[in-house]
């Protein structure tokens, strides 16, 4: 297949970890470390897509220790900028023009449904560009696997009185 002839589903991540807006960015940090993640998409309740969240973006707004970042959200870190998107069938050369527009270096992959089913990368472009993206046929009923992390906390100390 030619790479004018893929899609955004031919080349997209399917298998994504989300954020919910109100996370830290201390969680969304270590999501990112431990995946070796450069983008953690922000999803509401219903998997809609706000933003994504870059490893810049925590960079550049990290000022503090782990406190100060546990009390942010990563809502105040997409600062209200536009996620361009695109939707499954827009082909690749329609998937580069929208990064190249926006001046970004990953689109989500918005469903008729509003919902996120993945997202491509600048890396995945390239891939697709040097003939090292394998094309795997996609059913019509194929999601995206979304996963998000809910933090857990010890419980509290109980004191004896």
């Known amino acids: 297949m030619t790479v004018e002839a893929m899609t955004a589903a031919d080349v997209m991540s399917r298998v994504l970890v989300t954020v919910k ?14 995946g070796s993640m450069h983008h953690l ?48 069938d827009e082909p690749l050369p329609g998937v580069a023009a929208a990064m190249l527009e926006s001046e970004v270096d990953v689109v989500p992959v918005i469903g008729a449904s509003g919902m996120l089913k993945g997202i491509v990368t600048v890396t ?6 040097a003939g090292r993206r394998v094309v795997v046929a996609q059913d019509a009923d194929s999601s995206a696997g979304l996963f998000r992390l809910e933090p857990v906390l010890p419980p509290k100390p109980s004191r004896a009185d």
């Open 21 to 34: 807006p109100d996370e830290s960015p201390l969680m969304a940090w270590e999501l990112m470390r431990r």
């Open 41 to 88: 998409p922000v999803v509401d309740s219903g998997s809609h897509i706000i933003g994504v969240l870059t490893r810049e973006d925590i960079a550049a707004h990290w000022s503090g220790g782990p406190a100060e970042q546990s009390s942010a959200q990563v809502r105040q870190l997409l600062g209200g900028r536009r996620c361009p998107h695109v939707p499954p």
């Open 124 to 129: 995945d472009l390239l891939a697709a560009v």
